[in-house]
């Protein structure tokens, strides 16, 4: 993936700044802009009425534009007042999808958009800036351009008590959660494709001619591969180089691991993981599928002992995996 699937981006305009007194416009460039969404959605026609639904078609046009906040539409002017009158810093934020990612992600609807920023933003502005949820109050509205969907956000702190710049580390935090949130639908497609082709690869270790794998193992004790690894390290290094051999001569082998591969990588790039963060995702992910071939060939090696299976499910990326135990009888 050229870039990330989404893109945050945040600016604080603190209480003393020059820029401070003119804040409360971007309510409007926000609300009214070209491209901006002007619709109701279904929950916020829930929570209007018709009474309410009224009274929006007939006000909306240069007066509601596309702003919303946590319990529905909100007025421009409104919006502007709160924020020129509040005493803190404003937050501005952009959550930007492109375009060809947003339909998958379901993203190319005001209401997938509204959920997101109302169920995840209040919590998140908190974490990044200790203020308790709620006295969070914001103000939104989608966009669509030629290249992108994306979200404004305009968060003060209610109280007004909030007036300082965001944390780097809590910024990141915030940014990898709301951008897993995003990309919820794709990451379910993705783990699943994940799991099937680490499926595929430990089916195919399990098709290995046993006599590819001959190699000592010690004469008795636990035979896993984990305790291998620890306790017998030559055994362990002559497993993984027969695997390795394996490897080359099996398509369907090569073929899963390679799968397995590019699908952990989409993971990774789905989570919008960069630099260290997305190498340590991506090896970790190897190294579990790695420890479970081996425990696989073991058991082509030593097919005549009891074996006890501890199958963990999981519908994150990783979760600890019980080895598998092989005993000798």
């Given at each position: 993936m050229a870039s990330p699937p989404v893109i945050?981006?945040?600016?604080?305009?603190?209480?003393?700044?020059?820029a401070r007194a003119s804040a409360a416009g971007l309510a409007a460039y926000a609300g009214t802009r070209r491209g901006v969404v002007i619709e109701v959605s279904e929950a916020d026609g829930r929570r209007l009425g018709v009474d309410g639904l009224a009274a929006?078609?007939?006000?909306?046009?240069?007066?509601?534009?596309?702003?919303?906040?946590?319990?529905?539409?909100?007025a421009v002017a409104e919006a502007r007042r709160a924020i020129a009158q509040?005493?803190?810093?404003?937050?501005?934020?952009?959550?930007?999808?492109?375009?060809?990612?947003?339909?998958g992600a379901g993203l190319d609807r005001l209401d997938a958009w509204?959920?997101?920023?109302?169920?995840?933003?209040?919590?998140?502005?908190?974490?990044?800036?200790?203020?308790?949820?709620?006295?969070v109050e914001?103000?939104?509205?989608?966009?669509?351009?030629?290249?992108?969907h994306h979200v404004h956000i305009l968060t003060v702190d209610r109280s007004g008590d909030w007036d300082s710049l965001l944390p780097k580390g809590k910024m990141e935090a915030a940014r990898l959660e709301i951008s897993s949130k995003a990309m919820a639908p794709l990451l379910r497609e993705a783990y699943i494709e994940r799991?099937?082709?680490?499926?595929?690869?430990?089916?195919?270790?399990?098709?290995?001619?046993?006599?590819k794998l001959d190699i000592g193992l010690p004469p008795n004790g636990r035979i896993e591969a984990a305790h291998l690894r620890r306790f017998h390290p030559e055994a362990s290094a002559a497993l993984r180089e027969a695997l390795g051999r394996a490897a080359s001569d099996s398509p369907a082998l090569a073929g899963?691991?390679?799968?397995?591969?590019?699908?952990?990588?989409?993971?990774?790039?789905?989570?919008?993981?960069?630099?260290?963060?997305?190498?340590?995702?991506?090896?970790?992910?190897?190294?579990?599928?790695?420890l479970r071939?081996?425990?696989?060939?073991?058991?082509?090696?030593?097919?005549?002992?009891?074996?006890?299976?501890?199958?963990?499910?999981?519908?994150?990326?990783?979760?600890?995996?019980?080895?598998t135990r092989i005993h000798r009888i």
């Open positions: 945050v981006n945040h600016s604080v305009v603190r209480a003393g700044a020059s929006y078609a007939a006000n909306r046009t240069g007066s509601t534009g596309g702003l919303w906040g946590a319990d529905g539409p909100v509040n005493g803190g810093a404003v937050l501005t934020t952009v959550v930007t999808v492109p375009n060809d990612i947003a339909p509204q959920a997101l920023v109302r169920s995840e933003w209040p919590k998140l502005f908190s974490e990044m800036t200790g203020v308790p949820e709620s006295r914001y103000y939104a509205a989608m966009h669509v351009n030629g290249t992108s799991d099937l082709a680490r499926k595929a690869a430990l089916e195919a270790v399990a098709r290995i001619d046993r006599g899963a691991l390679e799968r397995h591969r590019k699908a952990v990588e989409r993971c990774a790039d789905l989570k919008c993981l960069t630099g260290e963060a997305r190498d340590v995702y991506v090896r970790k992910a190897a190294a579990d599928l790695g071939c081996e425990n696989a060939a073991l058991r082509v090696i030593v097919p005549d002992v009891s074996v006890n299976i501890i199958f963990t499910i999981s519908t994150n990326a990783f979760s600890p995996i019980a080895p």
